[in-house]
Structures are given as structure tokens and as C-alpha cells.
């Protein structure tokens, strides 16, 4: 049931262009070219041995062959892979691939999904997906083109095949996003979760791209609504500013000048980040959400570390007065100048006595691992289970310790509980 949705869902969503606008034909030389057809529009291809475009024909996983175009920019440094929207096809888009090389400075590589163009084979989601992956294989095996080269750009259901794409590529350069959907039904109803027969799930996929994500989207589209593009926005791990077209629609938003200059942006700072400089971002990114959220269970937020060490986890007393000198490399512990209470603890988040105590007056009880101590002061949320163990205030309100079960703190011999009131005997500290 679920194949026979999705394979309807298929005839829905595709409109390859019938005739298609352009074929093929081989030159002298066995090498492959594009003619444009009569009933085409006003493409133009260059002249058959023209070294600025390759035609290509690629085997995909599935048995089909697709034609892609390569389109060479000798000044470039980044190649933009570009998946086009429905009913269109090489043909009517090489003028814009034209203008996209030369204005963006990238080597360009559009293909046409099966059953479009000079493409074999019928349109239906997975054959878009094996179709991008044959693309890109080629791209690294004739061209070389790494992914750390590699900007993925997807126009309306091109964002499928793109975002599939990108999800299994973490070291991708960035992510163009142009009238993306979040998936194919929820293009013709405003529905909020999955159906078996939903094709492009873009909505998750999205999640798992781990690069720059540009989002452009005209705000009066009619086709795809604006909605779509500014949840993919804002769903992406690391959303490029994005690009909301006033008044822009589905198909013409290429016409407009904001278009070509936000996108030239965008691939001059993808060219400018480099693989260390985004990898110390993520460190600093992650550092900054550890510093804002990381605090220890009692609710005292985790004091920044001064250890000479790089990225040590051990933490230094939070006191102002600690005159710690004891490394992290060891037992991490810190030693506050207490005046009452000098005592070494091996955890940042909760003192233990159960190895050695740095102050010969304590003596180790059962009450999970705090010292006994004549004197005690402690945070009000932590209160010992102890039966025996002090209930009151503490008695030394200057101490930066832990409620400790101390003889002083218990209660007299001889008190009874119910008795509404509770003493602390004094001891000498």
C-alpha cells in the first residue's frame, strides 16, 4: 500500500518537460554535445569542442543515465552542484548557469534527474537520490572535486535530492537552499507530521547537515509558501542569513538584484572558512553552551578552570581566598583557606573522604563520604539523611563545606524526636 501511495505521489510531483528542450549528439572526436531543439527557447550552447562546458552521461546505482552539464570557471575555487525544480531541464537553465559561473566565480555542475532532458529512465525520489549520488561521484573521479569544495544548491524539489546529499557529507562546504519544501504533502496541505506516502522529508533531513545553510525564498510564492523555507531556516544546525525576496514568487526570483548579491556573499565567506576556522568555531560554540548550562548537581554553577593545561575538566575552588597548589593531572582537588575547615576535596561536585583527608582532626563517617567535623556550615538544599546529623543552621556560617554528620552537630544524648526543638552542642574547633 505504501509503494502504490508513494508511486502516485511520484506522478504528482514530477513534470518533466515534454519534448525536452535539447539532445545529444556526438562530434568527430566521440566527444558528446548539446544541440538545442526547435522547440526550445533562446538557450544557446557553445560550439561543439568549446573547452568551457563538458556534457556528461553518468550511470546511476539504479540502471538510468543522466546528462550533466560541467561548466568551467578558470578563476573558480568552489564547484556548485545544482539540482533544478520541476518542469525545467538543462536546456532552459543553461543561460542561468552561464550567468551563475561567471557571476559567482564557481565551477558549475547541473544535471538533469531520470526522465528529464536526455536523461533515461522515469522520475520518482529514489531515482533523484541515485541521480545526485552519481553526479557527485563523477565530479570527484573526473574532476576531483572534494566536498570540502563543494557547495550543494537545490531549487524547490531540488531540495530533496540536496538535502539527502548533504546529509551524508559532513565535511561539505555549504548549502543553498532556493524555494526549498519541507516535503512534497505538506507542499499541498498544512499538516505537521508524516505520511507513508510522503516523498522528501526534507524537514528531517535537514537536522543531520552539518555545514552553512543559505535559505532563499521569495515571501509571495504561490507554489511553495514562505512558511517552508523559514521552518528549514530555522531547523538548520548553522543557518547562513537568510534571503526573504519582497514580493519575489516561485520561479522568479532570480530576476531580482538582491538574489545574485546575497548569493555572492555567501560563497565568498564559504571560501574564506576553512576547515580549521570552522572547527574552531564548533569549540568555541560548544565551550560557550557548557559555560551558560554546565553547573554541578547542588546548583552551584562550575567554576572556570585556571589549570596551565589545555581543556582540563578539573576545576579550581570557587572561593576567592583558595590557595590551591595541588595539580589537575592527579586528584584534581582544591584546598579552601577555611578558617575552620581545611580539608581536601577530590570532587569539584561533591567532597569525599574515602581515600585521605588533608586535616588530621577529621575522621571519615558513613554519611556518604563527608568528613567529621567539629564545626560545619553548608547549603541549605543539602541536608544529610542521617537520622543523627544536624538539621539546624550551621554553625559557621564563614565555612565553604559540606553538611557534615559531626558530633557536633548531632543532637544531645537523651533528646527525643518530636520534641519541636533541636540543640547544637558546641565543640571546640
Not at 582537588?333 to 561536585?349: A, D, H, I, M
Not at 563545606?401 to 533528646?415: A, M, P, T, V, Y
Request: positive net charge; glycine residues 8%.
Amino acid at each position: 500500500m505504501g509503494c502504490m501511495f508513494s508511486h502516485l505521489a511520484a506522478k504528482f510531483a514530477f513534470f518533466p518537460p515534454s519534448p525536452p528542450t535539447y539532445h545529444l549528439t556526438k562530434t568527430p572526436d566521440g566527444k558528446l554535445s548539446a544541440v538545442s531543439s526547435a522547440s526550445s527557447s533562446s538557450s544557446t550552447f557553445p560550439s561543439a569542442g568549446d573547452p568551457s562546458l563538458d556534457v556528461k552521461v553518468v550511470k546511476t546505482r539504479r540502471g538510468n543515465k543522466v546528462t550533466a552539464f560541467y561548466l568551467r570557471n578558470p578563476n573558480a575555487r568552489l564547484t556548485l552542484l545544482y539540482s533544478h525544480g520541476n518542469a525545467a531541464d538543462l536546456g532552459q537553465l543553461f543561460d542561468l548557469f552561464v550567468q551563475l559561473k561567471v557571476n559567482l566565480r564557481v565551477n558549475l555542475m547541473g544535471y538533469d534527474y531520470s526522465g528529464y532532458g536526455a536523461s533515461t529512465g522515469k522520475p520518482s525520489e529514489y531515482d533523484t537520490y541515485a541521480d545526485i549520488e552519481a553526479v557527485y561521484e563523477c565530479l570527484q573521479t573526473d574532476y576531483g572535486v572534494g566536498q570540502e569544495d563543494l557547495i550543494l544548491y537545490g531549487q524547490s524539489v531540488g531540495s530533496g535530492p540536496t538535502l539527502h546529499l548533504a546529509s551524508k557529507l559532513p565535511r561539505l562546504r555549504g548549502v543553498v537552499l532556493h524555494s526549498g519544501i519541507l516535503s512534497g504533502l505538506r507542499v499541498l496541505c498544512h499538516v505537521k507530521f508524516k505520511f507513508c506516502c510522503d516523498i522528501y522529508s526534507n524537514v528531517n533531513k535537514i537536522k543531520k547537515v552539518k555545514c552553512p545553510v543559505l535559505v532563499i525564498h521569495g515571501t509571495e510564492d504561490d507554489v511553495v509558501n514562505w512558511l517552508h523555507g523559514n521552518r528549514l531556516w530555522k531547523m538548520a544546525k548553522e543557518p547562513y542569513e537568510p534571503l526573504w525576496i519582497k514580493g519575489g514568487g516561485h520561479c522568479n526570483l532570480e530576476i531580482y538584484p538582491d538574489y545574485i548579491r546575497h548569493l555572492y556573499r555567501f560563497i565568498q565567506d564559504m571560501e574564506n572558512t576553512t576547515t580549521k576556522s570552522r572547527l574552531k568555531k564548533i569549540w568555541q560554540e560548544i565551550r560557550r553552551r557548557d559555560e551558560s548550562t554546565g553547573c554541578c548537581s547542588s546548583g552551584l554553577c562550575r567554576p572556570s578552570c585556571s589549570c596551565p593545561k589545555p581543556r582540563c575538566p578539573k576545576p579550581r575552588c570557587p572561593k576567592p581566598s583558595c590557595s590551591c597548589d595541588c595539580g589537575c593531572s592527579k586528584c584534581g582537588c582544591f584546598k579552601c583557606s577555611c578558617p575552620s575547615l581545611k580539608g581536601c576535596f577530590s570532587c569539584y561536585k561533591k567532597p569525599s573522604c574515602f581515600s585521605r583527608c588533608c586535616c588530621p582532626k577529621f575522621k571519615c563517617s558513613s554519611c556518604f563520604g563527608k568528613p567529621e567535623c567539629p564545626k560545619c556550615s553548608c547549603w541549605k538544599c543539602l541536608k544529610c539523611p542521617e537520622t543523627e546529623c544536624c538539621w539546624s543552621s550551621c554553625c559557621c556560617p564563614g565555612c565553604f563545606s559540606w553538611l557534615c554528620c559531626c558530633g557536633g552537630g548531632r543532637r544531645k544524648e537523651g533528646e527525643r524526636r518530636g520534641t519541636g526543638t533541636t540543640t547544637v552542642a558546641k565543640s571546640e574547633g
